[in-house]
């Protein structure tokens, strides 16, 4: 085995694809990573690089799906990702709305990360990341900001 070969752990969510399609199945993400303490997250792999990625289909085939083209991730009940950022406790939280390309509404919780002051909805909005999470009662989503077409804060 190559010293550089890291060993992939399967994680279960549910992809909703641009025509408002979705798929379930696997992502396949590295049991460590350089980039934080812990095994690599979906959002991580995610926010990575742009283009495909690879995603195993509960049949057991294999998928390269575009990044750009992913509107949302649902991740099973349970998957905890976004609590496991790095000063996700000290962040400030907002309760928001969110309607998306493909019509879908979502209603949750993100975390800014910023000073006091530009913790704001905008300031979230305005965020590098692509793809961000977003808690909600069920579960934990992974939205892709490109396609958020609508961002509402809501009252606690």
Not at 37 to 64: K, M, S
Not at 109 to 129: I, K, N, T
Request: proline fraction near 4%; avoid cysteine.
């Amino acid at each position: 085995m190559s010293e550089f070969r890291f060993e992939k752990q399967r994680v279960s969510a549910t992809l909703t694809l641009a025509p408002g399609t979705s798929v379930s199945g696997s992502f396949f993400v590295a049991g460590q990573t350089s980039t934080h303490e812990g095994a690599e997250r979906i959002g991580d792999l995610l926010n990575a690089e742009a283009g495909f990625f690879p995603f195993e289909l509960r049949d057991g085939t294999t998928v390269l799906y575009n990044r750009s083209h992913l509107v949302a991730v649902a991740l099973e009940p349970g998957i905890s990702e976004a609590e496991r950022d790095p000063g996700y406790d000290v962040a400030t939280h907002r309760n928001v709305g969110m309607l998306l390309s493909t019509g879908m509404r979502v209603k949750g919780r993100v975390a800014v990360y910023a000073p006091q002051g530009r913790d704001r909805l905008s300031d979230y909005a305005r965020a590098p990341e692509a793809f961000r999470y977003v808690v909600t009662q069920k579960n934990t989503l992974i939205i892709n900001a490109a396609h958020i077409v609508e961002l509402t804060e809501l009252a606690d």
